[in-house]
T-cell receptor
C-alpha cells in the first residue's frame, strides 16, 4: 500500500534554532518527493523537489535530503524564524501519472 | 501567487443550500484536481480531470458534483451537504503526463456547513 508518514506530528522551537522534520514513504514506483509549506488558512506551496538520483537540495534556509534506498526524506530548517510557523507536508509522486500521496504534515511553531 | 485562483475563500451554507466553488488556473496545465483537507488528516483526493475529462472519482458522495468546462476552469457544485463536509477545499493543477512533477495549489475555500 502506498503511504507517506511524517514525524513529529507537531513541534515547537525557539526562534533562531534549527529543526529537522522526517518523512518515510512506501510509494512505488517512485517519481519524486516534494516538501510543501502550508500557512494557516492558505494553500500549500512547494519548497523543494527531490528526484531519485538526488540526495540533497537546498532552498535558502531549507535543506531537504533523500535516501531512496531506505525511502526516507528529511527537511532541515536552519536559523528558524517566526514566519516558519506553518504545516510542512511531504508529498510523494508515483511514476504512473497524476498519482500524489500526502503525509499528514508536521505542524511547526516557532516562538520568540 | 501560484497561478491558481479559488473563489469564494470562505463559504457558510445550510444543509439544504446549493452552492458552487470555482477554480481557475493560468498556468497552461491540463490536469486539475479537487482535494478535501480536514483537521489532522492527509489531503484527500476527490476528483481529477485530465484534458477536461474526469479520470478519477475517489468514491466521493454524489452531493459533490464536479464540472470542468475547459482546461482552465474547474467547479465543485455542492448540495444537501452534511456538517462533516465542513473542511478546506483545495484546487490544484499540474502538467499532465506520466511524470507530472509539481502540484500548484490555490488558496482554498473554507466551507462551513451548519
Amino acid at each position: 500500500k502506498n503511504q507517506v508518514e511524517q514525524s513529529p506530528q507537531s513541534l515547537i522551537i525557539l526562534e533562531g534554532k534549527n529543526c529537522t522534520l522526517q518523512c518515510n514513504y512506501t510509494v512505488s514506483p517512485f517519481s519524486n518527493l516534494r516538501w510543501y509549506k502550508q500557512d494557516t488558512g492558505r494553500g500549500p506551496v512547494s519548497l523543494t523537489i527531490m528526484t531519485f538520483s538526488e540526495n540533497t537540495k537546498s532552498n535558502g534556509r531549507y535543506t531537504a535530503t533523500l535516501d531512496a534506498d531506505t525511502k526516507q526524506s528529511s527537511l532541515h530548517i536552519t536559523a528558524s524564524q517566526l514566519s516558519d510557523s506553518a504545516s510542512y507536508i511531504c508529498v510523494v509522486s508515483a511514476n504512473t501519472g497524476n498519482q500524489f500521496y500526502f503525509g499528514t504534515g508536521t505542524s511547526l511553531t516557532v516562538i520568540p | 501567487e501560484t497561478g491558481v485562483t479559488q473563489t469564494p475563500r470562505h463559504l457558510v451554507m445550510g444543509m439544504t443550500n446549493k452552492k458552487s466553488l470555482k477554480c481557475e488556473q493560468h498556468l497552461g496545465h491540463n490536469a486539475m484536481y479537487w482535494y478535501k483537507q480536514s483537521a489532522k488528516k492527509p489531503l484527500e483526493l476527490m476528483f481529477v480531470y485530465n484534458f477536461k475529462e474526469q479520470t478519477e472519482n475517489n468514491s466521493v458522495p454524489s452531493r459533490f458534483s464536479p464540472e470542468c468546462p475547459n482546461s482552465s476552469h474547474l467547479f465543485l457544485h455542492l448540495h444537501t451537504l452534511q456538517p462533516e463536509d465542513s473542511a478546506l477545499y483545495l484546487c490544484a493543477s499540474s502538467s499532465a503526463g506520466p511524470d507530472t512533477g509539481e502540484l500548484f495549489f490555490g488558496e482554498g475555500s473554507r466551507l462551513t456547513v451548519l
